[in-house]
């Protein structure tokens, strides 16, 4: 039996779900249940029956699942996957900056840990930060730990003043302007689709804004046929499922997410043997952190 059958074999013996994100390695995705982004997964992990899930990603997306279902078992194939972002933001100086604005909603992106979570009120995908925002009542706004989403949302409303913090995503960081007008300057029809964790002088080049799946989503449904796609590299795999009759193209090659690359399909067979790297959370700081979350899903619907 090859490692797909085994995986496949144990996941229906146990009744588990298998998540994975768009940055997954392509078999990842491919073994999966369901793929998605942050706010996609998040949804999936919450409303599932299976008391069971493996989550293919990194550690704030598993963790944020067992914050929503505590009764659920949450397993992270590759322990070790973190996301350096979240690790920017603490909750110790949070709160300091709480103090000097008691009026402000602290809003958190997903991408931040448990700890973090739990000082917040709201809790943000770059798929709703816009829209959530929008509805908060304050008009002040502690945004973290994204400097990067944070300018981005901030832009776009005007009417309310943001206090970013200064984290940033280290593969977003690394794609530079010039390497996009050098693709531009020989695909010259190709939209530029890029995700809002790139700093601003890349998303001022950009045709399109939006999180892996409204990337995904636009490419599907946009009449053009080419298209530089300036987010980690992994969305490549579904863009060009769906897609085969259109082009894509990457700006350099840098854009790879070590952490989201560290799953690979013998971790997903021995968490589901062994049922290893579960997610455990101390009960006050899970149920801390659940109202930011909860929020979240009750601004979407
Ligand atoms: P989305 O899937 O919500 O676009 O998030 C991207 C990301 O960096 C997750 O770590
Ligand atoms: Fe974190 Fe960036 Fe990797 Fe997403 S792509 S998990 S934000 S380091």
């Given at each position: 039996m090859n490692i797909t059958d085994k995986i496949t074999e144990l996941k229906e013996q146990k009744n588990a779900l298998i998540l994975a994100h768009y940055y997954q390695r392509p078999e990842v995705q491919e073994i999966a249940d369901y793929v998605g982004d942050s706010y996609y997964l998040s949804k999936v992990a919450k409303d599932?029956?299976?008391?069971?899930i493996i989550f293919c990603g990194v550690k704030f997306m598993a963790e944020s699942a067992k914050i929503l279902s505590p009764n659920k078992t949450v397993l992270l194939?590759?322990?070790?996957?973190?996301?350096p972002m979240a690790d920017m933001a603490s909750s110790e100086p949070l709160a300091a900056l709480k103090k000097q604005h008691p009026d402000a909603a602290v809003v958190c992106y997903i991408n931040s840990t448990a700890e973090v979570k739990a000082e917040c009120d709201v809790c943000v995908t770059s798929s709703n930060a816009l829209s959530i925002i929008r509805k908060?009542?304050?008009?002040?706004i502690i945004f973290l730990p994204d400097k990067n989403l944070g300018e981005f949302i901030a832009k776009q409303i005007p009417e309310k003043e943001f206090i970013l913090w200064n984290g940033f995503c280290i593969t977003h960081k690394k794609v530079t302007p010039d390497s996009i007008k050098e693709l531009k300057a020989i695909k010259k029809d190709a939209l530029v689709l890029t995700h809002p964790e790139c700093e601003s002088a890349v998303r001022d080049l950009s045709d399109f804004i939006g999180s892996t799946g409204e990337i995904i989503s636009y490419a599907k449904k946009s009449?053009?046929?080419?298209f530089i796609i300036v987010t980690e590299q992994g969305v490549l795999h579904q863009l060009k499922k769906e897609n085969p009759d259109k082009n894509f193209y990457v700006p350099?090659?840098?854009?790879?997410c070590i952490n989201m690359k560290k799953t690979c399909l013998e971790d997903i067979y021995e968490c589901l043997k062994y049922e290893s790297n579960s997610i455990e959370l101390d009960e006050e700081l899970r149920l801390k952190a659940l109202t930011s979350l909860e929020n979240m899903h009750k601004y979407v619907g």
């Amino acid at each position: 039996m090859n490692i797909t059958d085994k995986i496949t074999e144990l996941k229906e013996q146990k009744n588990a779900l298998i998540l994975a994100h768009y940055y997954q390695r392509p078999e990842v995705q491919e073994i999966a249940d369901y793929v998605g982004d942050s706010y996609y997964l998040s949804k999936v992990a919450k409303d599932s029956p299976n008391k069971m899930i493996i989550f293919c990603g990194v550690k704030f997306m598993a963790e944020s699942a067992k914050i929503l279902s505590p009764n659920k078992t949450v397993l992270l194939p590759a322990s070790d996957a973190g996301c350096p972002m979240a690790d920017m933001a603490s909750s110790e100086p949070l709160a300091a900056l709480k103090k000097q604005h008691p009026d402000a909603a602290v809003v958190c992106y997903i991408n931040s840990t448990a700890e973090v979570k739990a000082e917040c009120d709201v809790c943000v995908t770059s798929s709703n930060a816009l829209s959530i925002i929008r509805k908060l009542p304050n008009k002040k706004i502690i945004f973290l730990p994204d400097k990067n989403l944070g300018e981005f949302i901030a832009k776009q409303i005007p009417e309310k003043e943001f206090i970013l913090w200064n984290g940033f995503c280290i593969t977003h960081k690394k794609v530079t302007p010039d390497s996009i007008k050098e693709l531009k300057a020989i695909k010259k029809d190709a939209l530029v689709l890029t995700h809002p964790e790139c700093e601003s002088a890349v998303r001022d080049l950009s045709d399109f804004i939006g999180s892996t799946g409204e990337i995904i989503s636009y490419a599907k449904k946009s009449k053009a046929s080419d298209f530089i796609i300036v987010t980690e590299q992994g969305v490549l795999h579904q863009l060009k499922k769906e897609n085969p009759d259109k082009n894509f193209y990457v700006p350099g090659n840098t854009m790879t997410c070590i952490n989201m690359k560290k799953t690979c399909l013998e971790d997903i067979y021995e968490c589901l043997k062994y049922e290893s790297n579960s997610i455990e959370l101390d009960e006050e700081l899970r149920l801390k952190a659940l109202t930011s979350l909860e929020n979240m899903h009750k601004y979407v619907g």
